[in-house]
């Protein structure tokens, strides 16, 4: 049973792939590591807990000496890294966090995962010539798009915050692991998660507890901004396929179709709300618009042709059907505390 070190499994994205994984795949060991800062949560994976072949270790991607022996311990096969800093609002108050965690967190992986598997540049130990780096990453990096267009595998790079700059970053230091090393590294790029477990912080939890709470409805600047929006779910599927299936060296893009701005987000809760538990006025009432985010990137949208075709994905929620499921997870987990 060969071992893959699942990076930040605790956080949102990486809290709905462990469970997914777990489950599908008994022939791998997955061990799980995460700093639990706030934003991992391990009530999240309290479904998995007790699995033979999951494990739980804290730890931080920084710390060589405790990587090194993780990999040394559980003779590590595959790594697959969600691990990141990734609230843009954060990283325009604490930049250096995002670099130290995003950038030499992720450099740190790739050096002793070369030094586990390989005994030379381009010459793997023996066992370990399909062993497999994955790089979760966002598809801010690209920076923005105007009101036409998409990101594509081929778009050049053009982070406007320091937390994409700092996703940018690692993402140039896995590919110059497998251009110099030739370590078997590959990178996603998707574009916004929503989907249970989400921290509180993003936008649509926030507007769904701020909602249901009575408290305003935070909107930056005029609501304008665009997302192309992605059930979690989905990206756990093409993850998965990318990781058993994806061109060693390559990048895909993973993008769910569904445009939307900020405020028709906003819209569609509060009709959904309006709905499912009434009250004498709107939800829209508590609609505020505030000011703009330094560097707000307008637009995001992806082309995700290159994972459609190659590797047969395509995204199973709509955006009606999956912000439903989203909602509904959020007002049975606010109906269980003081929101």
């Known amino acids: 049973m060969k071992t893959v070190l699942i990076t930040?499994?605790?956080?949102?994205?990486?809290?709905?792939?462990?469970?997914?994984?777990?489950?599908?795949?008994?022939?791998?060991?997955?061990?799980?590591?995460?700093?639990?800062?706030?934003?991992?949560?391990?009530?999240?994976l309290n479904?998995?807990?007790?699995?033979?072949?999951?494990?739980?270790?804290?730890?931080?991607?920084?710390?060589?000496?405790?990587?090194?022996?993780?990999?040394?311990?559980?003779?590590?096969?595959?790594v697959l890294h969600f691990a990141?800093?990734?609230?843009?609002?954060?990283?325009?108050?604490?930049?250096?966090?995002?670099?130290?965690?995003?950038?030499?967190?992720?450099?740190?992986?790739?050096?002793?995962?070369?030094?586990?598997?390989?005994?030379?540049?381009f010459k793997y130990k023996g066992g370990f010539?399909?062993?497999?780096?994955?790089?979760?990453?966002?598809?801010?990096?690209?920076?923005?798009?105007?009101?036409?267009?998409?990101?594509?595998?081929?778009?050049?790079?053009?982070p406007n915050s320091p937390y994409s700059a700092s996703k940018a970053s690692s993402d140039m230091m896995v590919r110059s692991y497998f251009h110099t090393y030739g370590l078997n590294v590959v990178t996603t790029n998707c574009s916004n998660n929503y989907g249970p477990k989400q921290h509180d912080e993003k936008l649509i939890p926030t507007l769904i507890r701020n909602a249901i709470k009575g408290d305003i409805l935070p909107i930056y600047g005029s609501g304008e901004n665009i997302r192309d929006w992605l059930y979690v779910e989905d990206h756990c599927k093409a993850i998965d396929l990318v990781f058993h299936h994806g061109k060693l060296g390559d990048t895909y893009l993973i993008g769910g179709k569904n445009e939307r701005t900020n405020l028709e987000i906003a819209h569609t809760i509060c009709e959904y709300l309006d709905k499912r538990i009434p009250k004498p006025t709107s939800y829209k009432e508590q609609i505020h618009f505030v000011e703009d985010r330094h560097g707000h990137d307008f637009r995001y949208a992806i082309d995700a042709q290159k994972l459609e075709s190659e590797l047969r994905w395509s995204a199973e929620e709509t955006f009606d059907t999956g912000i439903v499921k989203t909602i509904e997870w959020y007002i049975e987990k606010y109906s269980k505390k003081d929101v």
């Open 8 to 44: 930040g499994g605790a956080g949102f994205i990486g809290s709905n792939f462990v469970p997914y994984f777990v489950d599908k795949y008994n022939d791998y060991f997955i061990l799980n590591l995460d700093a639990l800062t706030y934003a991992g949560n391990l009530s999240n």
């Open 47 to 78: 479904e998995v807990a007790n699995k033979e072949n999951y494990k739980f270790v804290q730890g931080d991607i920084r710390d060589n000496k405790m990587v090194n022996q993780l990999f040394k311990q559980y003779d590590i096969h595959h």
């Open 84 to 121: 990141a800093e990734s609230h843009v609002d954060n990283s325009i108050k604490n930049p250096s966090l995002f670099a130290e965690t995003n950038v030499l967190g992720t450099l740190n992986l790739l050096e002793v995962a070369r030094k586990h598997w390989q005994s030379a540049p």
């Open 129 to 158: 010539h399909e062993s497999k780096f994955l790089h979760v990453s966002t598809d801010e990096v690209y920076g923005t798009l105007g009101k036409e267009g998409y990101f594509t595998e081929n778009t050049s790079y053009a």
